[in-house]
């Protein structure tokens, strides 16, 4: 790459990273507060955050590609950060006394005060699978090619996901043994709706989301 091609790229790449991380950032969030939602759609059971947060995994791809993979861990790790911090605030604005004027203090509470058994597994799930997608999508092109840029994409997502859906489901709704009565549990049979359900919805995410990979020019 020559220089004048370098210096006209740099502002571009800039402007991009920018955006990229704002809005990987920004899914994560909408993402971890719409799961405090059981929704039904098309008759399974679903954390109404699955249909946003898959695209998270094709943006920590470009993200990749843009910025590399120590500032990719590093976004990874900030953005489970501000999760756990948006939890916090929440569950303190939750707890502040309601003007009476107002009149939904208690609903509120119930839909935002978080629950904390779901807010860790989620930032768990999210930590370990996207930095498990940041170690395979290294791999895949310092391995395997640096052509097929969808393959890569396609590559490290399923694998990536997959350990997400299974972290998530099991250890936020699954019954702990001893625990039953100290958590929110379902049954069985619904979790397993929410594994099912939320694994195709996100494979079919990762296909709608898989064109994303070349909004960023490819350095190799």
Not at 12 to 31: E, N
């Amino acid at each position: 790459m020559t220089k004048l091609k370098e210096e006209t790229l740099a502002p571009t790449i800039s402007r991009l990273a920018v955006v990229l991380v704002a809005s990987y950032i920004a899914a994560q969030m909408l993402s971890d507060i719409a799961s405090l939602k059981i929704g039904v759609v098309a008759g399974f059971a679903v954390d109404m955050g699955t249909f946003i947060y898959p695209i998270t995994f094709t943006l920590r791809d470009v993200v990749h590609k843009v910025l590399g993979k120590k500032n990719t861990q590093i976004l990874i790790l900030s953005a489970g950060t501000i999760n756990l911090f948006m939890a916090g605030y929440l569950m303190w604005a939750a707890s502040v006394p309601g003007d009476a004027d107002w009149g939904l203090t208690a609903e509120f509470s119930a839909i935002l005060g978080p629950l904390w058994r779901i807010v860790i597994v989620s930032i768990l799930a999210e930590v370990v699978s996207e930095l498990v997608d940041t170690e395979v999508y290294h791999w895949f092109v310092t391995k395997i090619t640096k052509k097929h840029q969808w393959a890569r994409v396609l590559t490290s997502n399923s694998i990536s996901v997959p350990i997400d859906n299974l972290i998530f489901a099991f250890g936020a709704f699954g019954a702990l043994p001893g625990l039953e009565n100290h958590f929110l549990t379902l049954p069985w049979a619904v979790v397993w709706q929410i594994f099912t359900f939320n694994l195709i919805v996100k494979y079919l995410v990762t296909l709608l989301s898989l064109p994303m990979i070349y909004l960023a020019p490819d350095n190799n």
